[in-house]
T-cell receptor
Framework: QKEVEQNSGPLSVPEGAIASLNCTYS??????FFWYRQYSGKSPELIMF??SNGDKEDGRFTAQLNKASQYVSLLIRDSQPSDSATYLC???????????WGAGTKLIIKP | KAGVTQTPRYLIKTRGQQVTLSCSPI?????VSWYQQTPGQGLQFLFE???????NKGNFPGRFSGRQFSNSRSEMNVSTLELGDSALYLC??????????????FGPGTRLTVL
């Protein structure tokens, strides 16, 4: 069974520090990797996606992908209290008509 | 470009009733996926539709069903509601789920409460 694993947290990070969120996946055929942010009571919103090994940066966010080790991570620089949310990792395999989702990591940024 | 819309936003039903939820995808998107999310839980996949065809289905009982229309709008139906069906139901659309970088965009969700 294809699985995506995330530490449920909560992960507590001081304001201004780097928050590091990790996700591992079981299917070596996975092609695309997505990070979503979900505030309490709201729907998930896309932060970024990555499909090539290495780093991809978008503002304060950096996604890192290592297909050999089957993990993808999200770094948030200069963390702000508004970054406090649950972060969901999702994985897509070519030809599979659904994303496989992790359970999410709750991130708390302490002022 | 308008985002994904879901109606109604809130719904209160009693056990045994049935409910129909609606989702209108982003213009041009042909894939619609439905998810159930209960408090503290991740996204549970219900089903995915593309060009009016259900291509994938999650592990939910037959009380949960859906369909997609020719304009890509989708509905899901839950019959014989149970207390455990209380959840946030999310709809997500994409150009074509399964593409290398195909991204799902979510609607605001329908919060269903079963009394």
């Amino acid at each position: 069974q294809k699985e995506v694993e995330q530490n449920s947290g909560p992960l507590s990070v001081p304001e201004g520090a780097i928050a590091s969120l990790n996700c591992t996946y079981s299917d070596r055929g996975s092609q695309s990797f997505f990070w979503y942010r979900q505030y309490s009571g709201k729907s998930p919103e896309l932060i970024m996606f990555i499909y090539s090994n290495g780093d991809k940066e978008d503002g304060r966010f950096t996604a890192q992908l290592n297909k050999a080790s089957q993990y993808v991570s999200l770094l948030i620089r200069d963390s702000q209290p508004s970054d406090s949310a649950t972060y969901l990792c999702a994985v897509n395999t070519r030809g599979n008509y659904q994303l496989i989702w992790g359970a999410g990591t709750k991130l708390i940024i302490k002022p | 470009k308008a985002g994904v819309t879901q109606t109604p936003r809130y719904l209160i039903k009693t056990r045994g009733q049935q409910v129909t939820l609606s989702c209108s995808p982003i213009s041009g998107h042909r894939s619609v996926s439905w998810y159930q999310q209960t408090p503290g839980q991740g996204l549970q996949f219900l089903f995915e539709y593309f060009s009016e065809t259900q291509r994938n289905k999650g592990n939910f009982p037959g009380r949960f069903s859906g369909r997609q229309f020719s304009n890509s709008r989708s509905e899901m139906n839950v019959s014989t509601l149970e207390l455990g069906d209380s959840a946030l139901y999310l709809c997500a659309s994409s150009w074509e789920a399964g593409g290398d970088t195909d991204t799902q965009y979510f609607g605001p969700g329908t919060r269903l409460t079963v009394l």
